[in-house]
Structure formats: C-alpha cells, structure tokens
C-alpha cells in the first residue's frame, strides 16, 4: 500500500462543538476490523455460553434453574450486548482524536464493585495480552498525530476490552452462577482472539494491511464454468436461488420455534411472530444472512416481544416494562415497514398488542387504571408544555436527538442535573452528548428530537398507566 494512502485522513461525524473529526485511515481500518473480531469473538462466547448453561440445566441440582434463566437472558439480550460492544468502541476509538468527547468519559463499569468475572477476565487476559497491547499503544501514539497516546486511551488494551465486554454482560443481570459460567467463557474465547487481534492491529498500524494477507478470489467457480453456457449457468443460478429461499424458510421457522419453545403467548404474540414478523426474519436472512447484524436484531426484538408480554411481579418490574415498550413498539414498526406489511394490519396488531401490555401492567394492580385526566396537549405555547413534560421524563427514556452536525441519532437518558441539563448516553452507557431543558424543547418543537416514549405510541388508558407508575416512582429511585 501506498504511504500516500497510509497517510490518508478519515472525516468521522463531526463532534459536539461541529468540528470535523479527523481518523487516521489505518486507525479507522483498525476500529473497523476490532470491531468485526470483537462482535465475532462476542458471539461465539454467547454461543459457547449457552451450551455450557444449557448442559448444567439438564444436569439438575441446585443451579439448574438459574442456568435456564441464563439461557433466556443471552436469548434475550444478544443483539444489546452486540450494540453495547460496537458503541464502546467507537467511543473509545473517538476519544483518540477528539479531546472533547474524552469529558464525557464513564469510569469502569466494574471498578468501584471489584466484579468478580471483570476480575477474572483480566488475570486470564493480561498475562497473553501484556506486552502486545503496549505494543499497540506505542504504535498508536505514532499513528495518531498530535496527541499523546497513553496506555489507558488505547481502546485495545486489556482493560479497555474487559471493560466493554464486562458492559456487554451486565446487560443481562445474571445471578452469580450463571455469571461465572458465561464469564469463564469469555475468558477462553477472548484469550484466544485478543493477542491475534494485537498482532493484526500491529500489522494494519505499522504497514496497513493484515499479516498474510490474500488478494481477493476470482469470480466464482461455478460461474467461471458455466461463462460460455448461459443456460446453464442460469439453471444453476435458479437451483442455488430455490435452494437459498428454502434454507431461509426452514431457519426462520425453526428460530420461532425456538422463541416459542416452553412459552405461552397471547394469540395476537404469536400471529405477529408467525404470520408479521417471520417476513422481517425472512428479508434479514436473504439479504444479509444469518450472522449479520440486522438477523440478530430481529431475533432479539422477538425475544423482547415475548418478554414483554409476560406476567409482571412487581412495581419495579411495571416501570422497567414501561421503559421498554415504546423502544420496542417502535422496532416493531420499523421492521415491518421494511417487508412492506399493510399498514392497515400493522395498526391492527399494534393496538391489539398495546391492549396485552396493558393487561400485563394492570392485572395485579387493577388500581392503575383508574380514571384520569385527559392527554396534556401541546397547545399555544409549545416550548413550555415540552419544557413542563421534559421534567417529568425519567431517567432510562430513549431520545432521537439531532447531534450538532444535523445526524440524527439514537441516545438514553443518563441524568438530570440540578442545574437542569440533560446528559445522554450511548448503549454502551457512555456519555455522548449534553443538552440544556431550553435547547431540547426547542429541537422538539422544531422536530429535531423525538422522544421515543412518546404518548402519540399508545393508547389514552396505556397512557393513564403509564404516568401513574411514574408517580409511582418517587420514593423508589431509578431502575
């Protein structure tokens, strides 16, 4: 590779105060390729982990239970865990080159508790990992111009990766159990891909290629044959297309399956899952297989979907349910638009589905839908009902917010301050952005924010429930 392109700078999303970010080509190369090795390593722990649950399950005993609600957990969280990884390291990669995003800067997830897996992780890491991953840091300090990069800002050192998959498995709240389990298996599968991933980010800061790299194949072997025959290649173009479409179909049938496997649900749940959202599954598995991103969400929205509609046992478990909801009714929607369905039918099942959610936050508190006031409108000045409405907003409530450049993006509620600004959070649980009460009103009216727990997403009695639980909250704190 030329030096000119090593040379070549990579204008990332402009940073909070406007400024263009400027990457370093071979360390934008290397943030994307640690982020494929990393997701990779990630899934085939959880893969790994859910075998190893599954076996002590079957096995019985005293820990049986707590390691098929193991299972359920990794079900359930797997595309959160990804997201929380992939938005870790891009803001670890981005505090390299933008000082200001280094403000917003969380501690560990785990140094204040001494987390017994984050422990472990780092005795079975540094020993393999030490010295490549200093290596790494003084080969970023040359690569990235102007800035001194120290052991701690490297996004590849053995903390910091311990750090992002320690966030990645707190998402699911294992007991210790079933923690231990999954974390001795991130363990043996991170020994095994850091160090590699230490020599490759050597090779692509030093020389900017992977060690051993192979030019790219040919064009395919089959059509290289079939080249001067059209018709066959064509006929065998159509098998591999029908063979294609089958093994789609039979995988989506049998991830449903699995979902369903020992549960329950409400007829309108199923119909979604069977008849809805099996296209979604479908589309994700043709276009971009089943190990892309966008199968493992989907499979992950139907995990939630079938969450959400189970029995509720408690306040905290209510709220922590309303929180969900409109993040999930949204995914819903988006992904049927994708294949799409009749937006008649969608209605339809969404409102049928809100009247299920609304039976799983009443039914063992009936008091909760008791009559109330009519929906708070935005009447003639805007800007106060919003500001009004934004102080209410608890802590955990998911924004769209436009960043400074105009790119809209999607944020949580960290914290309010006392002095009333807002602080967000990516999935990783970094801080990303701050707004004051009067800037966010403002980029509501001017519908440049959303807030995704929006009330237009439900109906008036989901709604009415909705508030009181959250006057319920006071006396609790945040869940």
Not at 158 to 171: M, N
Request: proline content about 4%; some cysteine.
């Amino acid at each position: 590779m030329q030096d000119s392109q090593l040379d070549k700078v990579v204008y990332l999303a402009r940073s909070e105060s406007g400024r263009g970010r400027a990457m370093p080509y071979r360390v934008e190369q290397l943030r994307r390729h640690a982020e494929r090795v990393l997701v990779s390593a990630l899934r085939g722990a959880l893969e790994r982990g859910e075998d190893a649950l599954d076996q002590v399950a079957r096995g019985g005993g005293a820990t049986a239970e707590a390691c098929r609600e193991g299972m359920r957990m990794v079900r359930l969280h797997r595309h959160d865990m990804e997201e929380v990884l992939r938005a870790g390291l891009e803001y670890r990669f981005s505090t390299l080159v933008d000082p200001e995003a280094a403000r917003y800067a969380d501690p560990a997830a785990w140094s204040e508790h001494g987390d017994p897996v984050a422990r472990h992780l780092l005795e079975e890491l540094s020993r393999p990992s030490e010295a490549t991953a200093v290596a790494v840091t003084e080969a970023l300090d040359s690569a990235v111009p102007g800035r001194r990069i120290k052991e701690v800002q490297n996004p590849l050192a053995v903390e910091q990766v311990v750090d992002l998959f320690v966030r990645a498995q707190s998402r699911m709240a294992l007991n210790l159990s079933a923690g231990r389990l999954l974390g001795d298996v991130f363990a043996r599968v991170l020994a095994e891909a850091l160090p590699r991933l230490h020599r490759e980010a050597l090779a692509l800061l030093r020389d900017g290629e992977l060690p051993d790299e192979i030019p790219a194949a040919g064009a395919d072997t089959l059509e290289e044959e079939c080249m001067f025959d059209a018709e066959a290649w064509h006929s065998q173009r159509a098998i591999r297309g029908r063979e294609m479409v089958e093994r789609g179909r039979a995988r989506v049938a049998k991830e449903i399956s699995r979902c369903l496997d020992g549960r329950d649900p409400p007829v309108v749940v199923r119909r979604l899952l069977e008849e809805a959202w099996a296209r979604v599954l479908f589309l994700a598995y043709l276009h971009d297989g089943p190990d892309s991103e966008a199968w493992v969400r989907h499979c992950a929205v139907m995990e939630r979907l079938l969450w959400s509609v189970e029995p509720r046992g408690d306040d905290a478990d209510r709220r922590r349910l309303v929180l969900e909801i409109p993040l999930l009714l949204h995914e819903l929607g988006e992904g049927l638009s994708t294949v799409l369905y009749d937006p008649f039918d969608m209605s339809k099942l969404l409102r049928a589905l809100e009247a299920e959610h609304l039976r799983c936050l009443t039914e063992a508190d009936p008091g909760l839908v008791e009559a109330g006031g009519a929906e708070p409108d935005l009447e003639a000045n805007e800007r106060q009902a919003h500001m009004r409405r934004l102080q209410e907003i608890p802590a955990g409530t998911w924004f769209e917010l436009d960043s400074r450049d105009g790119e809209r993006t999607r944020v949580r509620l960290a914290q309010r301050t006392d002095d009333g600004l807002f602080i967000f959070a990516n999935r990783a649980g970094f801080k990303v952005m701050e707004r004051t009460g009067a800037e966010l009103a403002e980029a509501l009216v001017e519908d440049r924010a959303m807030i995704l727990d929006d009330h237009r997403l439900f109906n008036t009695a989901l709604s009415r429930v909705v508030r009181r639980l959250r006057d319920r909250r006071a006396g609790h704190g945040d869940e």
